[in-house]
């Protein structure tokens, strides 16, 4: 599931609008579903739509792991965080992500852990 | 959502059959999944059944809410304690409980923070 995670943080990271569909294509299923604080999206384009949202929110900044993965059964727990690369991160936020049968992602359950003030 | 939890808790803690029936069929839909570390369930019937059989594995044990509820758009984060009433929890766990519109509970991914050593 580390590889889910990876895959899951580079379709955030994807800035190129051609790269990003690709890994949407490659790695989510076609009705996947995504909820944050500030989003509520179903299938691949509206995803990639947020994703660009966010992108444009934040120029210049990446999305890495922070911490370890928890994972059981296709469903994977943790940290990412969202920062100028290789910097303390802005935002740090937590997801649960769930996988079907062929690894590709389906739901994710995104909770903020930490906003600028 | 608090009310969520409050109802989610209320049926792990629900030890006679009739009654957890009964808040199964008032507070979660009929397809419900239900998937932590040791089980992956799906139907009414079956996480009854899962619900029973941790209680059998720890009788007298009582669930209760760990901290604060982080709530948005029909999903929940939150973590519960099981343990003897009014003790510390031997076992505190960590849930993403998702709702329908009907603020029926339709899909749990749960975690486990801490197990007995």
Redesign the interface.
Known sequence: MDTIVTRYLATWNATDPAVRDELLAAHWTQDCVY???LA?VAGRPAVGATIAAVQGQFPGFVFSQVGEV?T??G?A?FQWGLGPAGEEPVVIG?D?V?TDDDQRIR?V?G?LDRVPG
Do not use: I, L, N
């Open positions: 909820v944050d604080p509520d928890d059981h059964h469903q727990r937590f649960v769930v739901d359950r909770f």
